[in-house]
């Protein structure tokens, strides 16, 4: 029972103009080496907001407020800026929804990735060139070479994301966190990143956690899964099992709205309503409003997550009584 | 790039050509005949005429243009009504004095304004912003000959420590750069503040963050190399304005450069003076905006010439 990343309780709060609120609440999961954890929701429900905690790479005006964050068994939260630098780049690593911006414009390619190298392994320039030429090739970067010498500006998206998972490999991290890597582009190249992740992560030994809202790639890229919903998991478990017996109603109308393939870039909309803001959360359950099963319980009091099966929850009243008719 | 360059000098000399034409209709357009000024108010009629004919300014004024220019592209500027020197020889004995003033001033001015704006950005709304904002805000809101009287009568008075005013070597362009520095130093310091926030909250910085950067590495190889291009922009500009601002500097301190040249001549309608600085501060202004424009491809590899 020694995971590699074990989050618990965790709460995150924003500065708004009404004070500290909290985007997550009580957020519980856990990653083994090795194990790719999925985490679906809509839009907003605080996915990046989680992964940036983690990071501890959160803006300014928001505070990880309560919880734990354990990687290797050792408490991230409120550790010194110093030593988490040590971990960042090194040991957890990070790519980005948007590739067209996340590199630097006015550094070379083969800079930027060979930079965390010389950050963390003290390599020189031309060790860590060399490095990068190795790395673009590891991610299927053609002319290499030539590449490292460019500029971002002169690559396509999908290029400048395969440049990121180069960036984020360099130092052979444990972890790797993957927030909406594939959202910003075409459906051929998605797949393509995907392959990519799934073969770098198979050679590597790492864990991934994979940000999306697209349960299709849920489905094809992880062993287990968390959904979120409005800064709460609503429902967790093995992949199998979730599509198998999906039980909160959440993730029942995420299931039935997977786009196919020629349209996966089109965000989830097919459950009528929005995602409550933070400003104005509900007592009860976070979904009541959107959700067909919803009783005068469900508004008044919130559930917290009950057991469906042993490795299997879901945060809904339905559980316990019988679990849901599909 | 050379080809960009060249087409860029091309336009400079188009600049200069309408630059000398405004500037030749109105010194003499002004209601004042510089024959009169030269032999003073009570001589008589006959010998401002005299004068006149001397100096060539009874021919129409399209041909004394064409004669200026002419004579211009043979690197020669005329004679100076009033001092009786050709205009090249003033220009070349004021010039190194105005560069080494000019240069203190925007060295200075650089100084003082991107540190002011690069702590301004990483702390912002911190107490050290507000106090850096405020200081930028005084700098710029007071009368550049306020500043320079005071830092005459405090540092050059008061204190003893730097000569009041006048020309000479090293320590008499301090007060005048620092005087131009103060009042001009926030320009830098907030353009700098609005970018480099703009930059901190970019994706690139989060990602610079993510492989564990520290702090120092983040600000300064990754953001200030964003941050700097719009404060580059205005580093042009500024040159420019530099030169008017060194007109009033140099009046403030007497400090004998080609701002109190073109003072003079102003005062005593010494057209020939007039024209010369004038047309030597524009080539100037616009030599150095090409040189901005090279600089910003060095700095932004996404900028092309073409
Ligand atoms: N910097 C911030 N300041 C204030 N509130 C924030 C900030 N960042 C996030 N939030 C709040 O946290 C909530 C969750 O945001 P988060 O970015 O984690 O959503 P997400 O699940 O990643 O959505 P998406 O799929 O659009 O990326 C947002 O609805 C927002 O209200
Ligand atoms: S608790 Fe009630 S409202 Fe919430 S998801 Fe379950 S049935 Fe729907
Ligand atoms: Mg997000």
Redesign the pocket.
Known sequence: MSALLEVSGLTTS?L?ASGYLP??EDVNFAIEKGETLGIV??????????SLSIMQL??S??KIQKGSILFEGKQLVGLKDTSMRKIRGNDIAMIF?EPMTSLNPVHKIGKQIGESLRIHRGLNKEQSKQKAVDLLKLVGIPRAEDIADEYPHRLSGGMRQRVMIAIAMACDPKLLIA??PTTALDVTIQAQILDLMRKLKAEREMSIML?T?DLGVVAEMCDRVVV?YA?KVVEQGAVRDIFRKPTHPYTIGLLSSIPRLEDRQQRLSSIPGN?P??EVMPAGCRFASRCPHATQRCADDEPSLLSVTDNHQARCWLVDEKGVAV | MISYIIRRLGGAVIVLLGISIITFVIAFLVPANPARAIVGPHAPEALVLQVDKQLGLDQPLPIRYVNYMNNLVHGNLGMSYVLDQPVTNLIEQRVGATAQLALAAWVLELVIGIPLGIISAVYDRKIIDHIASLLALIGISLPVFFVGLELMYWIGFRLNWLPVGGTGGFNYIILPGLTYAITGAAYYSRLLKASMLDVLSSDYIRTAKAKGASPARVIFAHALRNGIIPALTYGGIDIAALFGGVVVIEDVFGYSGLGQLAVQAISNLDVPVIMGTVLFATAFVVLVNVVVDVLYGIVDPRITYS
């Open positions: 924003f708004t985007a997550i929701g809509e839009s907003g429900c605080g996915k990046s907001v989680t959160l803006s005006n928001g929804q927030d909406e940000i809202h979120m800064g995602v803001s933070i």
